[in-house]
C-alpha cells in the first residue's frame, strides 16, 4: 500500500524561539508529538534530508521541529551543544534525548515524547517509536537530554469545581455542549476516549463529537477536564477550528498578546472576522477564564 507522508503546516504558531533559552512560549506539546508521529515508517538514510526517499535521526529531529519554527543544527553532536540539559528523571514530551550507538559519543538523537517512549530515525527500521530504557539497546547507550524550548500543554491542569463559580464561568464541558448544539452535531455516540469523560456524562455526547472532528482535545494525561474552565486563548483555538475560519484582512492587535503566543493567530484570526474586539483597554484577555456571558456572545455572532 502506497503510504502518503503529511506534512503538517504549523506556520500559523508564529514562533520565534532561541534554542538554548528554555523559557519560549511555543507550540502545544500535542502538535509536536502529531507532527513527530506523522513521520512514523518513514525511511532512513544516513546523511539524507529527504523524508520521502529517506533521513537521518538529526535530519528527522530538525525536519520536526523546523515545522513548527524551532531551529535545530544538523547533525546530532551539534544539537547536543543546544538547550538546557535536562536529568532523565525530568523528561517532558518535547525534549531532545541522545544515545551512544557508535561508542565514540553522541551519535543518535530522537525525540522524547512521554511514558517512557521516544520517535526518532533508526537505521534498522526508519522513524519509529522506541522505550528509553529498553535493556536491549536503547537503556545502555542513553547520554543524556536536552530542552529546547518549553512546550505549552495548551490546556489548563484540572480545577476543582468548588474553586470555580460556574454560574458566572463557563466549564469545558459546558462550552463543548453549546459548541455541539451551535454546530448542529450528532452526539449519540457517548464512547469518549477520554479517561475523566464516563459514558453516562451529560458532556460525553458532545466531547466526543469534537473530538471526532479535531475541534477539541485534552491533556497529555487523557484526560478531558469539563469542570476545568477555559481561558480566552485556549477558546479561540477551539472556535477558529470549529467554525474552520480565515485570516479576513486585518486585526486588531492586542497589547497582552505576544507574537511568540501559540494563540496569537487564532485571536488574529477572530479579530478579523468581528467575532471579538478584546476588552476595549487594547487587550484580549488572554488568559481570562472565558465567562458564560462572553461564551454566548461569541456563539451568537458565529451562528448569525
Not at 565514540?104 to 534498522?124: E, L, Q, W
Not at 451551535?182 to 451529560?202: M, R
Request: proline share 2%; hydrophobic share 35%; with cysteine.
Amino acid at each position: 500500500m502506497k503510504k502518503k507522508w503529511l506534512l503538517p503546516i504549523f506556520a500559523s504558531f508564529m514562533i520565534f524561539t532561541s534554542v538554548g533559552a528554555n523559557n519560549t512560549e511555543a507550540a502545544a506539546v500535542s502538535d509536536l508529538t502529531t507532527t513527530a508521529k506523522n513521520y512514523l515508517g518513514a525511511p532512513y538514510k544516513l546523511g539524507g534530508t529527504n523524508i520521502k526517499t529517506g533521513v537521518d535521526c538529526s535530519a528527522y529531529t530538525q525536519l520536526v521541529f523546523s515545522n513548527l519554527s524551532i531551529s535545530l543544527n544538523r547533525t546530532s553532536k551539534a544539537q547536543y551543544q543546544q538547550g538546557t540539559s535536562v536529568s532523565k528523571s525530568e523528561l517532558v514530551a518535547g525534549d531532545l534525548v541522545f544515545f551512544n550507538t557508535s561508542g565514540s559519543g553522541v551519535s543518535h538523537v530522537g525525540i522524547y515524547i512521554g511514558s517512557g517512549k521516544f520517535i526518532s530515525a533508526t537505521p534498522s527500521s526508519g522513524v519509529k517509536i522506541d522505550k528509553i530504557n529498553d535493556p536491549y539497546y536503547w537503556g545502555s547507550r542513553y547520554i543524556g537530554a536536552k530542552r529546547v524550548a518549553d512546550f505549552t500543554t495548551e490546556e489548563q491542569t484540572e480545577v476543582k469545581g468548588s474553586e470555580i463559580d460556574f454560574s458566572v464561568y463557563a466549564s469545558r464541558g459546558e462550552v463543548a455542549l453549546q459548541l455541539a448544539q451551535a454546530l448542529g452535531l450528532n452526539t449519540s455516540d457517548t464512547s469518549s476516549s477520554f479517561t475523566d469523560v464516563k459514558s453516562s456524562s451529560e458532556y460525553a455526547g458532545a466531547v466526543t463529537a469534537l473530538n471526532k472532528l479535531g475541534i477539541f482535545s485534552g491533556d497529555t494525561n487523557g484526560k478531558f477536564n469539563p469542570n476545568s474552565p477555559i481561558t480566552r486563548g485556549q477558546l479561540s483555538k477551539v472556535l477558529v477550528k470549529a467554525f474552520n475560519l480565515k485570516q479576513q484582512g486585518n486585526a486588531e492587535v492586542f497589547s497582552d498578546v505576544p507574537a511568540s503566543h501559540w494563540a496569537k493567530d487564532y485571536i488574529s484570526v477572530l479579530s478579523s472576522n468581528k467575532i471579538t474586539n478584546g476588552k476595549g483597554d487594547g487587550t484580549f484577555g488572554l488568559n481570562d477564564k472565558v465567562t458564560l456571558k462572553h461564551l454566548d456572545a461569541f456563539l451568537n455572532r458565529l451562528t448569525k
